[in-house]
């Protein structure tokens, strides 16, 4: 009853997010204590970034961002997600960038602090990266994959928008047991029919970020980055 009431008590001190609440700027050395202050639980981590990194997380796990190609292009573009009085709420990754097939992965979302998650966050931040995607970088198609037993995380990307395209059946090997994942994408015209019903305002807000003064190409976009955000 305690914690029940503890964790109404943290979310009404909590307001709801709205789309265009945070902010997306680069991910970087200041934020990394956080993210692994965030991802303290085995289950969250891996359901956070599959078997791509091991637990605990450690710095050394999170130190190589920006990920770079030969050529120096970013091929992973990591955000912190800042609410507009600055405090970081959550963080997400562009990552497997690939200009020549104009498609990119969104991945590694988290809302940080558990009292903030199912108040409108992880759809406003995943709103941010996929402008950033779509306005800033040109692409196509923005795709992901996400545990089918994510509830939260399957719901906010299809409250962002995102169509199912299928099941991967037990892709994900996992303590002796096998987890299955769910692909899913938003491609740039459902992007922008969904931006023609959105407010002018949340249109502006989502925009503003990712707006770049003329349009540069995929390859210039990733060079510039951490300036590209
Ligand atoms: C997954 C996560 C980022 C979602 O962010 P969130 O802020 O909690 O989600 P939102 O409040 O934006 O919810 C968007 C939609 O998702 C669905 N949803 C959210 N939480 C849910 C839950 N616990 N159960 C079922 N559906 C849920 C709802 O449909 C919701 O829309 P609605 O409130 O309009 O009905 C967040 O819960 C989180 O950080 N989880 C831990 C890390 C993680 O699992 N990351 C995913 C990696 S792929």
Request: aromatic letters at 8%; hydrophobic letters at 40%; a positive charge.
């Amino acid at each position: 009853m305690r914690t029940l009431l503890h964790g109404l008590l943290d979310r009404s001190a909590h307001p709801a997010a709205s789309d265009g609440s945070v902010v997306l700027r680069p991910f970087g050395e200041q934020d990394i204590d956080q993210l692994i202050a965030w991802l303290d639980e085995e289950a969250l981590l891996f359901s956070w970034a599959g078997p791509g990194v091991r637990y605990p997380l450690d710095r050394s796990q999170v130190t190589t961002y920006p990920e770079s190609d030969a050529t120096g292009s970013a091929r992973s573009l990591p955000y912190a997600a800042a609410a507009p009085g600055g405090g970081v709420v959550g963080h997400v990754e562009l990552t497997e960038i690939d200009a020549r097939l104009r498609q990119l992965r969104l991945s590694r979302l988290i809302v940080g602090d558990p009292a903030l998650r199912g108040r409108g966050f992880g759809r406003a931040i995943t709103l941010r990266a996929c402008a950033v995607a779509f306005e800033r970088l040109g692409v196509h198609r923005i795709w992901l994959s996400v545990p089918a037993g994510n509830k939260a995380g399957v719901g906010c990307f299809e409250r962002a928008g995102f169509t199912r395209e299928g099941v991967l059946r037990e892709c994900l090997p996992r303590q002796g047991d096998y987890w299955s994942c769910v692909v899913m994408s938003l491609l740039d015209r459902e992007w922008e029919k969904a931006r023609r019903r959105r407010s002018p305002a949340l249109r502006e807000a989502l925009l503003a970020q990712a707006r770049p003064p003329q349009r540069p190409t995929l390859d210039q976009a990733f060079r510039a980055y951490p300036r590209i955000f």
